[in-house]
């Protein structure tokens, strides 16, 4: 099965988009009639030093609403940002906002295992649903979620900021261009060193499972987007050596995923150690990658022929946004879409059985 990533017109239509997104360039469209007003649902780090200012650098979208449970985040963000009271949700609120039409969107920036819950509200007050990576702990859960926002005829994506990052997509290009040839093997793999032992991202309540549904899942989209097809079978292994900071998930994962054809992907997360943070393709001619591959500033990577991958900076949440703004604004459909999440979260799922069992796992 082919991956739905990219194809040869979608890469174009995208990296011109990715491009026109940048401020630098002073490549940027007309200032549209009405831009699409997006509340955030959850004000953690990520909100707070990434979506909120990439908000204020798009040019399709606006800060509109929050959704917060802590009222001294809200009173913040009110000030800051002069947002209306009517505009101020909890998370026992959410309905309200089908009476509030300066709301188009809901970004859901909660804990993993809190998107469906947040999303299938927003869906169900009329508003569109950007969530973030990884779509959910489950697949019943993202099911749910592409359900909700079906039966409410709301858009539903996640937001993989890479799929509007133009280095990575200059490697799409070259993988789907065979400009060394025919893809072999692919490796990739992300970690850190994870700091708080009480954060949620410890919680297997709350994160479904340790590195592999936080950064793990970058590379193994990357494979996924590199080979422009879908894994037939996973297998892995998980190991812990602090069994108390790391009680109830992984320390570090690796895995390799067998392709059609015959294309080799070994990944490899963890939240023990800094530094891992790349990709690299073989292909039959050559090969091609990043390090680092997946920061929000500063990617770069090389090629075997000598040439340096090394395009434009931008705000990937701008762009991920602007794009979605679009598709509302034009009436299509998004190219990040609740099935695109939904197939992460099989693999992901498929790969802690393999860990769990020893046993390769079909797809």
């Not at 963000?77 to 906002?97: C, F, H, L, V």
């Not at 072999?184 to 592999?212: E, H, T």
């Not at 602090?242 to 992984?250: H, N, Q, S, Y």
């Amino acid at each position: 099965m082919k991956s739905p990533f990219v194809s040869r017109r979608d890469f174009l239509k995208t990296s011109t988009l990715a491009v026109a997104g940048l401020p630098l360039l002073g490549a940027l469209a007309a200032e549209p009639k009405r831009k699409i007003g997006f509340a955030l649902c959850g004000l953690g780090n990520l909100s707070t030093h990434q979506i909120a200012p990439a908000l204020q650098q798009s040019q399709f979208c606006r800060l509109a609403g929050i959704v917060t449970g802590t009222p001294a985040k809200a009173a913040r963000w009110k000030a800051q940002y002069n947002i209306p009271d009517r505009s101020i949700y909890n998370y026992d609120t959410m309905a309200q906002m089908a009476d509030n039409p300066d709301i188009d969107v809901v970004y859901v920036v909660t804990p993993n295992a809190l998107h469906a819950e947040s999303a299938i509200k927003a869906a169900k007050a009329g508003k569109h649903v950007l969530c973030e990576k990884p779509m959910e702990v489950s697949v019943e859960k993202c099911q749910q979620m592409i359900d909700a926002c079906r039966e409410a005829k709301r858009q539903l994506a996640i937001g993989y900021r890479l799929h509007f990052e133009p280095n990575n997509l200059e490697c799409v290009r070259l993988a789907r261009e065979k400009v060394f040839g025919g893809l072999k093997s692919i490796k990739a793999g992300f970690g850190f060193a994870i700091g708080d032992p009480k954060q949620w991202r410890l919680n297997k309540a709350l994160s479904g499972g340790g590195p592999m549904m936080d950064v793990g899942i970058y590379a193994l989209q990357a494979m996924r987007y590199l080979s422009g097809q879908e894994p037939v079978s996973v297998s892995a292994i998980a190991t812990t050596t602090d069994k108390v900071k790391f009680r109830d998930i992984e320390e570090t994962l690796a895995w390799q995923m067998k392709f059609p054809g015959g294309i080799l992907a070994s990944g490899n997360t963890t939240y023990g150690f800094d530094g891992n943070n790349f990709f690299t393709a073989q292909a039959e001619r050559g090969s091609f990658g990043l390090e680092p591959a997946y920061n929000y500033h500063g990617i770069q990577g090389t090629r075997s022929d000598g040439k340096t991958i090394e395009l434009p900076d931008m705000n990937q949440f701008a762009a991920e946004m602007d794009d979605f703004a679009q598709c509302i604004l034009e009436n299509r459909p998004t190219r990040v879409p609740g099935e695109e999440g939904l197939r992460d979260v099989k693999i992901m799922m498929a790969i802690y059985e393999a860990a769990r069992t020893g046993q390769a796992v079909n797809l």
